[in-house]
């Protein structure tokens, strides 16, 4: 699996207006912007992330995904505080 492929991955399965995906080919990092995250707790938006990737973690062909999850709005509040 490559980044672009795991980047598509996601974006097929939750509307994103920023995602970013890096990794090794075993260990990846994304960071995903979604109005869908609107009013949803941490673990119910990686669980949103974790849906779109289907069953690709538990076959081991995702091993280890770690997410920061925003919401537009603190997406943008992120971006003035650097």
């Known amino acids: 699996m490559t980044s672009d492929e795991?980047?598509?991955?996601i974006g097929a399965g939750l509307a994103c207006d920023?995602?970013?995906?890096t990794g090794?080919?075993?260990h990846w990092?994304?960071?995903v912007v979604s109005s869908a995250f609107e009013g949803?707790?941490?673990?119910?938006?990686?669980?949103?992330?974790?849906?779109?990737?289907?069953?690709r973690m538990?076959?081991?062909e995702v091993h280890a995904l770690s997410?920061?999850?925003?919401?537009?709005?603190?997406?943008?509040?992120?971006?003035?505080?650097?």
Not at 40 to 53: D, E, G, K, N, S
């Open 67 to 82: 997410m920061k999850t925003y919401t537009p709005a603190e997406w943008a509040n992120n971006n003035a505080a650097e």
């Open 58 to 60: 538990q076959t081991d």
């Open 29 to 31: 990092y994304a960071t």
């Open 40 to 55: 949803q707790r941490l673990i119910q938006r990686h669980q949103r992330v974790y849906a779109a990737l289907g069953g």
């Open 18 to 21: 920023h995602l970013d995906v």
């Open 6 to 9: 795991l980047q598509t991955l």
């Open 24 to 26: 090794d080919g075993r």
